[in-house]
């Protein structure tokens, strides 16, 4: 069992920056991946970034390249999502996930945190 729980959405203008944050706990040697994902109003949920634990290796979705940068401090098993540059469409609840398996580009992740509102205002 692992718990997430993210912190830092709030409102901010377009093309401002907003840095998320996702502390794990519990069973977190099982863990090979965390992502990120958000769900827009009216829209289905859908992945934003990963990281790989062991290796580093990352992913995005096309979306954010260039804008997101996804970390992870695995000494203090968080993982922090640093977003720049951020657009009306970025508006959504996201959501930090944990998988415990390959494929990491998936959105059947094993655990799931509550969420935490990011609104971008134009």
């Known amino acids: 069992q692992v718990q997430l729980v993210e912190s830092g959405g709030g409102l901010v203008q377009a093309g401002g920056s907003l840095r998320l944050s996702c502390a794990a706990s519990?069973?977190?040697?099982?863990?090979?991946?965390m992502g990120w994902f958000r769900q827009g109003p009216g829209k289905e949920r859908e992945f934003v970034a990963a990281i790989e634990w062991r290796g580093g290796r990352t992913y995005y979705a096309d979306s954010v390249k260039g804008r997101f940068t996804i970390s992870g401090d695995n000494a203090k098993n968080t993982v922090s999502l640093q977003m720049n540059s951020l657009k009306p469409e970025d508006t959504a609840i996201y959501y930090c996930?944990?998988?415990?398996?390959?494929?990491?580009?998936?959105?059947?992740?094993?655990?799931w945190g509550q969420g935490t509102q990011v609104t971008v205002s134009s």
């Open positions: 519990g069973r977190t040697f099982s863990s090979y991946a």
């Open positions: 996930a944990a998988k415990n398996s390959r494929p990491i580009v998936t959105n059947r992740y094993d655990y």
